[in-house]
């Protein structure tokens, strides 16, 4: 198993995507946060799990959760969680 490393970035998505929820529904806004952390875990696990996105940069690759993605890098030791995003979001300006 991989260890889990979460960028700033991908902290920065995980609290913008609870504020975002919490506005309206805060209890399922802290169940989706477990759930996207709990994701991010499995793929620890089995980081194979994924689409390669060599389009967007070298190494990088993603993984849907309902409407967002993971998006991550995968070292010899670490699963490195670089963002979290809306999956209809522009991702092509970010990486």
Do not use: H
Request: glycine share 2%.
């Amino acid at each position: 198993m991989l260890e889990l490393e979460i960028s700033p970035e991908a902290e920065n998505d995980l609290l913008e995507t609870w504020l975002y929820i919490a506005e309206d529904q805060p209890i399922n806004a802290d169940r989706y946060l477990d759930k996207l952390q709990e994701k991010a875990q499995k793929l620890a696990e089995f980081p194979d799990l994924r689409r390669d996105r060599p389009e967007l940069a070298e190494g990088l690759k993603s993984f849907p959760v309902d409407r967002y993605n993971l998006y991550y890098i995968v070292t010899n030791t670490k699963l490195i969680l670089v963002r979290v995003l809306p999956g209809d979001r522009d991702v092509t300006a970010i990486f």
